[in-house]
Each structure stands twice: as structure tokens, then as C-alpha cells.
């Protein structure tokens, strides 16, 4: 009878353990289930953020400290249109800083020119949204004059990183100048003593005088190229752009692209001292596209029309 027990408790207990077997294993499958549910979720794609609404293009006047000109600087910026949707998105713009000639200002270019519209009808045909800077910088053909006033410092050093970072815009390789008169010769210059900064530029009737006319060496506005308030032809030349040509060369990777343009009227910068300019910058390998015109002359409807031109070879 004893026998009995316990073989009977002996099948119960046998009995016992292997349905705790069976709902051992079945727990540990458990959460290997678990994790593959977690693994879907976590390989789905992230949701997207919502996009800014579309903007139309717009153009806006901003301005920096500059510690080199102690003071706010103030300049003009063009916005293509879907600009926020596009800085969402990552996008670097192209850009093209403006400079102005003398007695002129930054927004020469957006009342003088309607820079606005053709850029809008330019990014309608080359599918090229870029963004247009244009300072103001008095009569100082961008030179460095201490005291406050040092414009090339300002530009390089303090304009051009600061918009850079602030609208999202290309380096050097997306980087492009366009000057008229004054601010060609402030183009020419700039590019050449700072290879490996710009890609292409425009000069529009650039100010490469041989000598500087006698009514600009007298004009009490205008400081560059004097000592102590007289007009010295020694300074002008230390500062002229084909100065730097030989070091420019040496170092320079972008290949940088001239493209000028001027009037053979023109009787403020003669057409040979131009012509001269350009001849000096073939002669040393640099790409240049010389546009002679037959009509025109230092005058903004002139520019109006090689504005347009400029804008053409810069963004296509």
C-alpha cells in the first residue's frame, strides 16, 4: 500500500516539473517578441518636420558691428523666394556681394537696377536661388584707413563670415563679386590679394584709371590714395590689383573667372586704361571674358543693362 503512495507521488511530482518546464520555455520566448516589437518601431522613419510656408523673394536691410568701423554697418540683402523652406531643408546659397561706385550707396542696385525682379525672372530660368548683399562704404574704395574706418578689413573679415553663417550662404567655391566703377576696382583688388576667396567676379566699368583723374584727387570726400590729405600717384600704385598678381598666382586653387565689361565711351575711366587692365590679366593666365561695348557710358542706364549682364554670368 506504501508502495502505492509513493510511486503516486512520484508520477505527481514528475507530472509537476515538466509542466514547469513547459512554462519555463514559454517564458523566455516571451521577451524575444517584445523585442522585435521594439526593433519595428524604432527602424521607422522619423517624422518630418513641417516646412515654413512659401515666401516670395524679398529684399531687406540689415546691418553688423563692425569692430573695424566701430560703428553699425549697414547693407541691403536679397532673399529668394522659399527662402526659410529651403534653410529647413539645409540648402547653401550662391551668393553675390554688390559694390557700388562713388556718391553711391548699396541699394543703388535695387532703385537704380530692379535687381529684385530680374534675379526672380533669372532663378525662373536657370533654377539658381542665390543671395545678393549689397554694404554701403562711402568713397573709401574699400582700403584700411585706421581710426575706424578700415573697410577692407571690415569686408573680408567681419561682412563676409557673418553672412555667411547668418543666411546659410556657399563658401568661396559659391562666392561671387560684382562691382561698378569704384566697386570694380574694389572687386579686382579684393580678388586678387585674397586668392581662394571668390569664384568668379564682375567688373562693370572698373576704375583701373592709370592716374587717378584730377577731379577725384581733389574731392574732399573722397580719402583714398593721400597722405595727409594730398593725392599721392606712389600709394595709388602700391595699391593697384595687378600688385598682387604674382602671389595670387602662386597660391591660387579656384581658378577664379573675370568677366568685365565697359563702354568704349566712357569718358570718366578711359576704355584703354581698361583695356590695359585686362590685357595684364591674360597675360598671366587668368581667365577673362572682355565685353567692349559701342554704346553706354559711365552712367546707370548703362549699367543697367551690364548689371543684367553680370547677373547672367555669375548665376547660369
Partial sequence: ?????VAYLISIITILAIFLVGCGSQSTKSPEKNNASSSSQTSKPKQVVNLPKPTKSKVLRKSIYSANLQRKWHYFVYLPKNYHRLVA???HFPVIYLLHGMEGAGSNFFQEVDSKNYLDQLETAY??????????????FMLNYGKGADYENAFMKELIPKTTATY???????RSLLGISMGGYVSSRLSLKYPNSFKSVMLISPAVWKVVPPIIQA?????????????????????FPTKYLKRYLSVNQLNTKFYVESSREDTTVPFINVET?????????????????NFGGHTWPYWQIAVRQGYNFLLK
Avoid: C, E
Wanted: hydrophobic share 35%; glycine share 4%; no cysteine.
Fill in 127 to 140: 533654377q539658381q536661388k542665390a543671395v545678393v548683399i549689397a554694404p554701403s562704404y562711402q568713397n573709401s
Fill in 219 to 239: 574731392n574732399p570726400q573722397a580719402p583714398a590714395f593721400k597722405i595727409n590729405g594730398r593725392y599721392s600717384q606712389k600709394l595709388y600704385d602700391s595699391l
Fill in 277 to 293: 587692365f585686362v590685357k595684364n590679366l591674360k597675360q598671366a593666365g587668368i581667365p577673362v571674358t572682355f565685353i567692349a561695348d
Fill in 168 to 174: 546659410h550662404l556657399q563658401n568661396a567655391n559659391g
Fill in 89 to 91: 531643408q539645409n540648402y
Fill in 1 to 5: 500500500m506504501k508502495k502505492t503512495r
